[in-house]
């Protein structure tokens, strides 16, 4: 399998994550083996000094027989750069992120192939969609800064009701269209990837999650509120040249 292209390559971006990374993958591989195709786990280390590169190698060892790990770097910091290191690198026919600490269930992998194989360019898990739940309320800072970024960023995404939730798919075509234009590394990476779909007058499905706030989150509403301000604008500005 490992000679030929998969047909699915789960993209995993990672920092420090040896706490969190190996239960994660372990999970993903217990999916992926249920799944009737042939799948590439990419890790994408953002410059790791922990033991995160050892946990890859660990699970690969008892890793299922239709399913590879295989952990490349990234120089440049970020998630958004991470994740497009990894799906541009990638010569899967679906390719696809998830976050390290897999809020969203890997289960959900299951319908989400199925929107693709039917010809969905772009998938992504919502919490917002109809049938989305938490296993636990989000606190209501927390609640009340996301409503505050909806409205900032619902004219770049259209109807896309949650553009935050980190489980994203895509056909291999539109990964390669949407990634070579995507420039955001930060904490709006996720809407200039949604927005640059839309230019591109890509649908956008939309499958409900069940969602587990982890613990560990590095981000925090109130300290880094102007940073998201500051980077929705640049996206806006970015979208502005691609006109």
């Known amino acids: ?15 420090n994550e040896e706490a969190r990374l190996g239960a994660t993958l372990h999970a993903l591989t217990a999916h992926t083996a249920t799944l009737p195709m042939s799948v590439a786990i990419t890790v994408v280390d953002n410059g790791s ?23 490349i770097g990234c120089a440049r910091q970020g998630k958004g750069a991470a994740v497009r290191r990894g799906l541009l690198a990638s010569t899967a026919r679906w390719r696809g992120f998830c976050d390290a600490d897999l809020s969203t269930p890997p289960q959900v992998l299951t319908e989400v192939l199925g929107h693709l194989e039917r010809g969905a360019p772009v998938v992504i898990g919502s919490r917002r969609a109809p049938g ?7 606190p209501l800072v927390r609640r009340l800064g996301s409503s505050t970024f909806r409205m900032l960023t619902r004219p770049l995404v259209g109807g896309v009701a949650d553009t935050q939730c980190g489980f994203k798919f895509f056909s291999g075509e539109a990964a ?18 949604l927005a640059v779909a839309r230019r591109l007058d ?37 979208l502005a040249r691609m006109s």
């Open 176 to 193: 390669e269209q949407v990634f070579r234009r995507v420039t955001a590394n930060g904490f709006a990476f996720d809407v200039e990837v």
């Open 132 to 138: 989305a739940s938490y296993a636990v309320p989000q």
């Open 1 to 15: 399998m490992s000679q030929r292209k998969p047909d699915l390559d789960i993209v995993v971006p990672v920092y």
């Open 49 to 71: 000094v922990d033991r995160t590169a050892e946990l890859v190698d660990e699970v690969a060892e008892h890793r299922p027989d239709n399913t590879v790990l295989r952990l």
């Open 202 to 238: 890509m649908p956008v499905v939309e499958v409900p999650v069940r969602w587990t706030d982890q613990e560990g989150s590095s981000f925090h509403v109130w300290s880094h509120g102007k940073r998201v301000v500051s980077e929705v604008v640049a996206v806006r500005a970015a």
